[in-house]
């Protein structure tokens, strides 16, 4: 998914940024120096003061009670939401029939024609292959439940996006208010945004599919507007001096030229809706979530892994082939299409007369057994009492008493504002003043929550497994930028890691490290690595050869190479590899709620498992806090100014 | 710009024309997946802990094989699901383990929701110790001697007090209470989900370590890591009234069947069905063991079972 690219540059100014540095840092120590013992004598407490808190639980329980006693009588919800939720349902319903009636063979080959059309023979055999694998794992069902609301999620989200980005790539002032809203939902954790939509509409498949679009359409959205303003402005002006009218110019000129943007908008809105659609089996989307999540509950991980694997396939497929999509049409042009089609509608007719539209029984393997003796001999082996190195559940203890539990008393024992000092000094050196005020509200609103202290739980379980992820992740990426074959060796694992779906870590994690922070720490590590190892990757493969050359013809030696250019000259990467870091460990470590994580993830689930919405949603509204802030803290401004374009 | 303006206009006209101006009413809408190419569709609510999945995977097997039905099944916590099942997004909850408030509010207030009988198994939450702890220490097994042996619980997790280990917060608990009234020695940790839970427990049974943990019967768990029930203050009706006061021990509980009151009207012979469905702790369990233990699929438990149960099946069916 982190298909973001860094460019290096600007590194040429560091006496000039040192010296910025310094004077903001006065100017915040003078700040403080006026405001802290006011607000000391005010309040005078370690942990967030009593009088500055809102208690949100009884308003939000009045309105969660009021939403379930008048939603079949209220005309809000039976002239509003009541539609949406049908045309849902209607939808979904109808693409699964169709699904349905085309049968396995017709949906086959109607896919693998369809690739075939946009980016060639090798990825339609891919795209076939796939789908046979689905069936061969006894999922062919789940996986057309699944891509039914996966298809009605992403139409939804990408026409919702494309208007939002045409609003925002047309007026200046609405791409100034939209451009923070949506670079912030593209950092939220999934999570956070079930229990809002599970209020309004119940379990069920409608509330999965909004809470998909919510989810999945920011991208688009943000990359529909950046390609419309990065247009050629020649271009535009030649376009113009033809004497074109604005919608001639948007639809012949614009929207042409934005085309690489809107596939990447598609792909990543397509692969956001794929991990979404997951997550949202805890609110009752059905399909290959749902298997995954029953699995779990019978602690099975290899038929989690069975319901998992399907969605990796299609993931490592759709990514591929909407990312081909981006690099140009095959030719071939409409007779091709007719073709195509013609050819996929014959194979699902053929099919139907010989009666095979549903999947064959017997032609499935079972690989749940395999898999769970592997995971039996793991945890029976490497538990405890290993020579020397000590089993997993010792490693798990010491990461907890030696880093998690003082990190969190470290966090929890300081003041109040000298944690909003922090926040703010470190927001404000990598950034603007505006982002380090940002930054400071949403830590401060954490506390106006009164869930200062879990936030603060969260934050320590947060901190720790980005250091962890940092370490391995930089020195893995170090290793991969200099050999191609361990890069390419890499490459498929790291594909397979970054779209799996975080449920399906959760239990070889417990497995192995017990019930506890540890193991949400250790799945949130083995989520983000990905990410953090192909962003410095790319960076570090991105330095300037002849500053490498130069260097070496000094004398060099490679470890100094790697030092003193290489990474400095990475600078801007590695800052993004930390950024893209910070919010994949932030989104697991609340799923980690489910493996004994505690905290503000427990609180959203035990939100969803009670129907108790006013501590969910707190909780959710802290993580959304406590995302905005890390976002912020992490966050260079020269990465905004680029983005903006 | 005026004309795309009446364009927007026109357009929505027509969506509403289209679409009917009447009032759609969402908490009559079934799943999108139910009822698909015509064949009848049962859609059961499964709920996470593997005995509830027994109970789905026999009514699921008995649905497809000898009446002809399709059945989905949907896993959804317990509160949540008496939602689901009054909008009738599920058709049928088959193991409830009590919701006096739900109860209230949906069958009785709304009517939404009809009761369809017990399931004959009777449910109890309590305290566990593992059988092996209880001989080294014999007196472990009541409460008032808990405090002594707070340390032998004692994880990284728990800091300076004994763990009390619960499973998920979706299950009726009222141990951070108990912990706080009873002025115990201890934290409550929650593993977070039950399939955590059971890990952990049969990590620290294979080490024969200590653990004191939420557990509830009847559970297949017993079988393979034998525990004891640590005696808490005795139930007495009402005792639990005030979930921040309660001070005594969970009580019996047997379990409830429920359907979807449209459902249960119209349902025909699948609802019918499901009234009569009734068994003993012993087949349960023992459905629940072949799928959680030896790892079989529900269907092919649930076949097992079928096969060699006749006499116990046939009457749900007349």
């Known amino acids: 998914m982190a298909t973001l690219t860094a460019t290096p540059d600007r590194v ?35 942990s967030w003061p009593q009088a500055l808190t809102v208690d949100l639980s009884k308003p939000l329980t009045g309105v969660s009670d009021w939403i379930i006693d008048n939603r079949d ?20 319903r109808a693409v699964y029939l169709v699904l349905l009636a085309a049968g396995w063979a017709g ?22 292959a796939a789908l046979l694998a689905c069936g061969l794992l006894g999922m062919w069902v789940p996986t057309m439940q699944t891509l039914a609301l996966m298809v009605v999620a992403v139409l939804v989200s990408v026409v919702l996006g494309v208007l939002l980005g045409l609003a925002a790539g047309l007026s200046d002032r609405t791409f100034r208010a939209l451009r923070p809203v949506l670079d912030t939902m593209q950092v939220l954790p999934a999570f956070a945004y079930l229990l809002p939509v599970v209020l309004v509409f119940g379990i069920g498949v409608p509330a999965a599919v909004l809470a998909t679009v919510v989810y999945a359409a920011p991208p688009m959205a943000r990359l529909t ?14 376009v113009e001096s033809l004497g074109t009218t604005a919608r001639q110019r948007l639809f012949t000129a614009r929207l042409p030229l934005a085309r690489r943007e809107l596939l990447l908008g598609l792909n990543q809105t397509i692969m956001m809706a794929l991990s979404m659609a997951v997550i949202a089996s805890v609110i009752g989307a059905g399909g290959l979530g749902d298997r995954v999540y029953q699995a779990l509950a019978s602690v099975d991980v290899g038929a989690a892994l069975a319901a998992g694997l399907p969605i990796v396939l299609l993931a490592v497929v759709l990514d591929r082939v909407t990312g081909a999509a981006g690099e140009g049409l095959r030719p071939g042009g409409r007779a091709g299409w007719a073709y195509a089609a ?10 139907r007369l010989a009666g095979g539209l549903d999947w064959p029984g017997s032609w499935t393997v079972q690989i749940a057994e395999p898999v769970n003796r592997a995971v039996d001999w793991m945890t029976a082996h490497l538990y405890s009492g290993v020579p020397y190195v000590g089993g997993t559940a010792d490693w798990a203890g010491h990461f907890t008493t030696w880093i998690l539990d003082p990190l969190r008393a470290g966090l929890q024992w ?4 000298s944690v909003l000092l922090v926040v703010a000094a470190l927001a404000w050196l990598i950034g603007t003043w505006r982002t380090a005020l940002t930054a400071v509200l949403a830590m401060a ?29 930089v020195a893995t990426g170090i290793a991969a930028a200099r050999s191609d074959r361990f890069e390419r060796l890499l490459r498929p694992v790291l594909d397979v890691f970054q779209t799996m779906p975080q449920f399906v870590y959760l239990i070889p994690v417990v497995a192995l490290f017990g019930v506890g922070r540890a193991p949400a720490a250790v799945a949130a590590v083995v989520y983000a690595l990905p990410a953090v190892v192909r962003i410095t990757t790319q960076g570090l493969r991105q330095v300037d050869p002849a500053a490498l050359e130069s260097a070496r013809s000094l004398g060099a030696s490679s470890v100094q190479q790697l030092r003193q250019v290489q990474l400095p000259l990475a600078r801007p990467a590695l800052l993004l590899a930390v950024n893209q870091g910070v919010v994949l460990v932030l989104a697991v470590v609340i799923i980690g709620g489910l493996v004994g994580g505690g905290a503000l993830g427990y609180d959203v689930v035990f939100g969803l498992a009670q129907g108790d919405l006013a501590t969910g949603l707190v909780a959710g509204a802290a993580i959304v806090c406590l995302g905005l802030m890390l976002d912020r803290v992490t966050q260079p401004t020269e990465r905004r100014a680029q983005k903006g374009a | 710009m005026p004309r795309t303006r009446t364009k927007i206009i026109t357009a929505l006209a027509v969506l509403g024309l289209t679409t009917g101006c009447g009032a759609a009413d969402m908490t009559k809408q079934a799943s999108p997946f139910a009822n698909a190419q015509g064949a009848r569709t049962v859609t059961l609510s499964v709920q996470s802990w593997v005995g509830a999945q027994a109970n789905v995977a026999v009514a699921q097997y008995l649905l497809q094989h000898k009446l002809g039905y399709r059945v ?66 014999p007196d472990i097994t009541d409460w008032k001697n808990l405090d002594k042996y707070a340390n032998l619980f004692r994880t990284a997790e728990s800091g300076g007090k004994g763990q009390l280990m619960d499973g998920s917060p979706s299950y009726v608990t009222n141990d951070k209470a108990l912990v706080e009234n009873l002025k115990l020695d201890y934290q409550v940790i929650f593993a977070g989900s039950e399939a955590a839970q059971i890990t952990q427990i049969r990590q620290f049974a294979k080490e024969h370590k200590p653990f004191l943990t939420y557990w509830y019967a009847p559970q297949w768990l017993f079988k393979k890591v034998p525990m004891t029930e640590v005696r808490l203050p005795p139930y007495k009706e009402g005792c639990d009234a005030d979930p921040a006061k309660v001070a005594c021990a969970y009580p019996h509980t047997p379990l409830q069947k429920y359907l979807n009151a449209d459902f249960d009207r119209s349902g025909g012979k699948a609802a019918r069905f499901l009234k009569k469905f009734h068994w003993t702790t012993e087949d349960q369990n023992q459905v629940a063991l072949m799928i959680a233990d030896q790892k079989l699929t529900p269907e092919q438990a649930a076949k097992k079972w079928v096969d060699s149960h006749a006499s116990t099946w046939k009457s749900w069916l007349s």
């Open chain 1, 445 to 473: 609103a954490t506390g106006v929550l009164g869930v200062w202290k879990p936030s603060l739980d969260t934050l320590s379980q947060v901190l720790a497994a980005v250091a962890v992820t940092l370490v391995l992740g």
């Open chain 1, 414 to 417: 300081l003041p109040w504002w």
């Open chain 1, 107 to 128: 949906v086959t080959a109607a896919a693998g024609l369809l690739a075939w059309r946009v980016a060639g023979v090798r990825l339609a055999l891919g795209t076939a």
């Open chain 1, 12 to 46: 040429g100014l560091p006496g000039l940024l040192r010296h910025r540095a310094v004077g903001k840092l006065v100017l915040l120590a003078v700040a403080a120096a006026v405001l802290v013992p006011l607000a000391d004598a005010h309040w005078a407490s370690g």
């Open chain 2, 72 to 137: 989905d099944t949907v896993q959804v916590d317990e509160i949540p699901a008496w939602d689901a099942l009054s909008q009738g997004r599920v058709d049928a909850i088959l193991e409830d383990w009590g919701h006096p408030d739900q109860e209230k509010r949906y069958v009785e207030d709304k009517k939404t929701i009809a009761r369809a009988g017990g399931l004959g198994v009777t449910g109890h939450i309590g305290w566990y110790v593992p059988t092996y702890l209880v001989r080294q220490h």
């Open chain 1, 225 to 238: 507007a950046l390609g419309l303003r990065g247009a050629d402005h020649e271009v535009l002006e030649a």
């Open chain 1, 342 to 351: 013609a050819a996929a509608v014959a194979v699902a007719v053929a099919a």
């Open chain 1, 73 to 92: 009588s209220h005309p809000l919800f039976l002239y509003f939401f009541g539609y949406i939720s049908n045309a849902v349902v209607l939808s979904v």
